[in-house]
């Protein structure tokens, strides 16, 4: 079997953290200790947060500490000043590293499986453009808002590359496989607002301002009102479908059936009955069904030679 990774050191502030192109806030700002709303801002000053190596890594750390950290319930990514992300540093990016084909794991990529892999919402507030990695590593999140004019591209025909972080996967199930094609076809720019990109933003909002505040009322109403347990399997239960109506059939009834004796079950029926403010305790780790996971996990971390193997892997 695989041995255990070692236990995640969760921070007693994520302000104390030591990052250089990434900021991790509490919400509100003035909490000394980490709080159900969390703040990540991508953080380049002068290079228009564009996305770099230094920045992959802190952003896996970042999603690892939130998955497991039971302080934490929500997470809103926006980018520092006027724009979301630029995309890659083409000063530091496109270049080989010496790395064996088959274990190379492009960086784009490795932040959108730890988002995607992240058992807690993460909603995108996009204030200002994002092309190449600044669109696609938003996609696996559950809510993406960006102001109506902000420049959205993906670009990657117009670079000599192709679709990179699992948007292969992502962008043609949020938009539909003809709008993809469109996207990558033109590798264009285009307002969020526009019709092709429908699918990708829930909301378009009239200015940048009103982005990150918006954010924060969805992200509150998600905290006060359900439960993580709940959106972590119905998330799953989207993306990781069996495929067939039937099968699905079959999985919803295994799930709900036993998550009938389960605290926040319990806890949403009592409150609605008594009329009051709901109080989920719930985790996913100690009151996930017998079901959970249903699909076959796939090790897409390169091992050093030797390690023992337990998971298939790409």
């Not at 439960?227 to 709900?256: C, F, Q």
Request: net charge neutral; aromatic share 8%; proline share 7%.
């Amino acid at each position: 079997m695989t041995p255990a990774p070692p236990p995640i050191k969760l921070p007693a502030s994520y302000k104390d953290l030591s990052l250089k192109d990434i900021r991790i806030s509490h919400y509100p700002e003035s909490s000394p200790t980490p709080t159900p709303i969390i703040i990540l801002t991508l953080y380049r000053p002068g290079r228009h947060n564009a996305f770099t190596y230094t920045m992959t890594e802190e952003l896996e750390q970042a999603f690892a500490m939130f998955d497991v950290d039971e302080r934490v319930k929500c997470i809103i990514v926006t980018g520092h000043g006027k724009i979301f992300c630029a995309g890659a540093d083409l000063s530091s990016s496109f270049q080989k590293t010496g790395e064996k084909i088959n274990e190379h794991r492009d960086g784009g990529g490795r932040v959108s499986m730890a988002i995607y892999n992240c058992r807690k919402p993460t909603i995108a507030a996009m204030n200002g453009a994002a092309v190449g990695v600044g669109i696609t590593m938003c996609l696996p999140m559950a809510i993406r808002l960006a102001p109506a004019n902000a420049k959205i591209g993906f670009v990657f025909a117009r670079r000599g590359l192709v679709m990179e972080a699992a948007s292969s996967f992502f962008l043609p199930k949020l938009v539909g496989l003809s709008q993809a094609m469109h996207l990558i076809t033109t590798g264009s720019t285009y307002p969020a607002s526009h019709k092709l990109l429908s699918g990708i933003f829930s909301e378009t909002l009239p200015t940048a301002e009103e982005v990150l505040p918006r954010a924060i009322e969805l992200a509150t109403e998600f905290v006060e009102n359900c439960s993580g347990v709940s959106w972590a399997l119905m998330k799953d239960m989207m993306w990781r479908n069996p495929g067939t109506a039937e099968e699905a059939h079959l999985l919803d009834s295994r799930i709900i059936y036993d998550l009938f004796s389960t605290p926040d079950n319990k806890e949403g029926v009592k409150s609605f009955l008594e009329k009051r403010k709901v109080n989920f305790v719930g985790d996913i780790e100690r009151d996930a069904p017998a079901a959970y996971p249903w699909w076959q996990p796939i090790d897409i971390v390169e091992r050093p030679k030797g390690a023992v193997e337990g998971k298939s892997k790409l």
